[in-house]
């Protein structure tokens, strides 16, 4: 009987260390990695991300909220998780409107070049 | 009593120490899953292997997305090879659009230097351009000094002046004699290279005769220069003729040659309006 209650004991006790600094670690770095993702989404919503990627924006957003909320409910790894998502959205719209920004330049100088290249021609034309 | 005593105590001894030996069993039994996200992010990683110029222009982010497709096929359980796997798609789109982004920003530095090449270009093409407007200009002018020359004309304020002497018309007569047509024939390929231009042809004559007869002499005379040049062609709108008899004089009408000089018929080849 003292031997099966001893046993219980160390049990519980092992457990309840471990979640405890389980919760007290976690809730450190978590916050850390809200504010972080938080940065990533606002640099992406700054880099023009709501028209040229709004979907990973919204998906980036929502996650990232479901985080807060799993972390609230103490629910760590899957907070962890959503914001490890939220992360990789908020960096693929940031990166895809990036890459629409760069091309839409590049198409406006193209276009300037072929109007100059018109333009040159007809001079041409008329002089000679 | 002491039935379920030893029941719990059984029980929770077992179920202590089988724990690990049950999670060491799943995991082996159930090894590397494979989900329907692990098949996307497998895709979107074959772009990334099909086309070198992504991992050319998006090194790091190709290799990190390969690293997390790497993790995502190890997962042991499906919840966290899908949520691995949706780390490893995302990844692999950022390595696409990374690398999209730094091809588009590669050929705006070439648009960028042809623009300016094809502007340098112009450049140089306006200067040509100016440099022979000038030439051309001077080139005219310089041949209508040497065909002026060749009209032995002088240049005056009315104009240029060109003198026909007696010699090219009979004495008393207003008809041109063939010495006096080659003149004619030069005058008026002036005139057909120049078609901005008009003459004005007045005829004097000597103070031999009668005024009346003169006046008539020196008319049919510019008549005859100008009916020459009407038949090669020249517009009669750019001709004007005009007969001045005997009062304008350039040489005394005392001796033969100054009388000689006195009929002529002047040709004056009008400025530019």
């Known amino acids: 009987m003292k031997k099966h209650l001893y046993e219980i004991a160390c ?17 450190k770095a978590l916050t850390e990695q809200i504010a972080n993702t938080e940065k990533s989404i606002v640099a992406a919503r700054d880099g023009n991300a709501s028209i040229n990627a709004p979907l990973e924006l919204k998906l980036a957003d929502e996650k990232l909220q479901a985080a ?40 406006s100088i193209k276009a300037l070049l072929k109007e100059i290249e018109k333009g040159q021609k007809a001079q041409e034309i008329y002089y000679y | 009593m002491t039935q379920s005593r030893l029941f719990t105590y059984f029980t929770m001894r077992h ?21 329907e996200s692990i098949e996307r992010a497998r895709s979107a990683y074959a772009r990334i292997q099909a086309d070198p110029n ?21 997962a042991k359980d499906v919840p966290t ?10 990844k692999a789109q950022i390595a696409v659009a990374d690398a999209e982004k730094s091809m588009a920003e590669k050929d705006v530095q070439r648009l960028q230097k042809e623009k300016d090449q094809i502007l340098l270009k112009s450049r140089e093409y306006e200067a040509e351009k100016a440099r022979k407007e000038a030439e051309l200009v001077r080139r005219q002018a310089k041949q209508l000094e040497a065909e002026l020359a060749e009209l032995k004309a002088k240049q005056t304020e009315r104009g240029i002046v060109l003198t026909l002497g007696d010699v ?7 008809a041109l004699m ?43 005379r510019a008549e005859a220069v100008r009916n020459a040049l009407l038949e090669r062609g020249i517009s009669a709108q750019r001709i004007t003729t005009k007969g001045y008899g005997e009062s304008y004089p350039v040489a005394s009408n005392k001796t033969a040659e100054g009388r000689q000089q006195n009929r002529r018929v002047e040709i004056v080849v009008l400025n530019r309006e």
């Not at chain 2, 090879?81 to 995302?90: C, D, G, M, P, V």
């Not at chain 2, 090219?168 to 207003?174: K, L, S």
């Not at chain 2, 231009?197 to 007869?213: M, N, P």
């Open chain 2, 81 to 90: 090879q899908e949520h691995l796997a949706y780390i490893a798609e995302r």
């Open chain 2, 15 to 35: 179920l202590i120490l089988c724990l690990p030996v049950v999670f060491v069993i799943s995991g082996c039994a159930m090894g590397p899953v494979t989900t």
């Open chain 2, 54 to 74: 992504i991992s050319a222009n998006a090194p790091v982010a190709s290799y990190d997305a390969g690293q997390a497709l790497h993790l995502a096929e190890q």
């Open chain 2, 178 to 220: 063939p010495g006096g047509l080659q003149n004619i024939d030069k005058l008026s390929n002036f005139l057909t290279k120049h078609p901005d231009r008009g003459v004005l042809i007045e005829g004097h004559t000597d103070s031999v005769g009668t005024a009346e007869f003169n006046m008539l002499l020196s008319r049919s």
């Open chain 2, 168 to 174: 090219f018309f009979e004495t008393g007569r207003a």
């Open chain 1, 68 to 107: 807060k909320a799993a972390a609230d409910k103490n629910e760590y790894d899957q907070a962890r998780n959503l914001l490890e998502e939220a992360q990789v959205d908020a960096d693929l719209a940031r990166a895809k409107s990036g890459s629409a920004k760069a091309q839409q330049f590049r198409d």
């Open chain 1, 11 to 27: 049990a519980l006790t092992l457990c309840g260390l471990v979640s405890v600094s389980g919760c007290a670690g976690n809730g």
